[in-house]
């Protein structure tokens, strides 16, 4: 039986050196440990054995047992180690190739020059007063010194809302008259940017929707002069190297005096082109004297008071700085467009 336990591992450890899977390790204790595999199979002759031999060949036995599954466990973990370090290399990742940047954006055109705005008029006092889109018509249009049915109307196209009294604001305008309501009879210095909307066939020169920036001073002893020095004061910020400008008497039902503020064509510098149709001149922005029926309607005593204000669509500005000549491209979310800036 020594014999036959001797030869049984012998061949049991030569088969096992040929094991090269986990799944052939499995088959390979089946073959040898397991219940009717080859040691059961010898030890079965145990009980044929005579009495006094069976001790010595039962611990044999167990010696090749213990032998086999010591045997058995190294092979498993060198068998598992193989597994996990192939699927290393298999899986392996290059860490020296370069990262992938991601893209990272950018603010819209549209929202820079409205910050290049912010910034100028910051400087000079002036704070940023948000006013709402959807808008009554008391305060876009009547509070303004606009009548219902006041040829003045014609001036806006306008989005009415099947509600009563309610537009979409035509221009930043109402802003005003929500400022001076909510601050008299404090003095005010403030901008009002924001969203308009316009009931226009849209085209390279109108939109339906665009960007306003409204200003209003209030307090005693504003004058034109104020509103001038401002005026000069930003537009030489804002288009920088502009040394001309002019200012050109106009009509607004809100103002009074009005005026038009023209600076020499920034892209032909006055010589005359396409942009400024061959004038030199290009418009900036309409201003004017507070009208006092527009102070009155605020709570302010135009006899004590008085104020000035102004308005400008920033995407004209901006149209005006880059020379850009389609304004649908500020909502056409082309991003060839849009990646030319910043
Ligand atoms: N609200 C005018 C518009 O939409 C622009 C404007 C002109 C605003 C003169 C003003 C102003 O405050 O004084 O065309």
Not at 83 to 96: G, H, I, S
């Amino acid at each position: 039986m020594q014999e036959q336990l001797k030869s049984m591992e012998a061949e049991a450890l030569a088969a096992l050196e040929a094991v090269e899977s986990l799944d052939a390790l499995e088959e390979w204790r089946t073959t040898y440990l397991g219940r009717r595999g080859r040691l059961s199979q010898v030890l079965r002759g145990l009980g044929a054995l005579p009495v006094e031999e069976r001790p010595a060949a039962g611990q044999a036995a167990n010696e090749v047992k213990a032998r086999l599954d010591a045997a058995y466990e190294a092979r498993r973990a060198a068998l598992e180690r193989g597994a996990k370090e192939q699927a290393f290399r298999a899986e392996r990742v290059d860490v020296t190739l370069p990262g992938r940047p991601p893209s990272l954006g950018r603010l819209h055109i549209a929202t820079q020059t409205l910050r290049e705005i912010y910034a100028i008029f910051g400087q000079m006092g002036f704070e940023v007063y948000e006013a709402p889109e959807v808008e009554s018509d008391e305060l876009n249009f009547q509070a303004l010194n606009i009548p219902p049915h006041h040829p003045a109307r014609d001036m806006w196209s306008t989005f009415y809302t099947d509600r009563e009294g309610v537009v979409l604001r035509t221009h930043t305008s109402p802003g005003q008259m929500r400022l001076m309501r909510e601050r008299c009879p404090a003095g005010i210095r403030a901008i009002v940017p924001g969203k308009v909307y316009r009931y226009e066939q849209v085209s390279a020169r109108y939109e339906f929707q665009l960007h306003q920036v409204e200003g209003l001073a209030v307090g005693r002893n504003i004058h034109m002069s104020d509103l001038k020095g401002v005026l000069v004061a930003f537009a030489q910020q804002m288009f920088q190297g502009t040394r001309r400008w002019r200012f050109r008497g106009s009509y607004f039902p809100f103002t009074e005096p009005s005026f038009e503020m023209d600076i020499a064509c920034v892209l032909c510098g006055g010589g005359g082109c396409r942009v400024c149709k061959y004038s030199g001149w290009v418009e900036i922005l309409g201003a004017g004297m507070v009208h006092p029926v527009v102070l009155q309607n605020g709570g302010y005593d135009p006899a004590a008071y008085s104020g000035f204000a102004f308005g400008m669509g920033s995407e004209r500005i901006t149209m005006l700085k880059y020379g850009i000549d389609d304004i649908r491209l500020f909502f056409g979310n082309d991003p060839r467009f849009l990646a030319q800036f910043g």
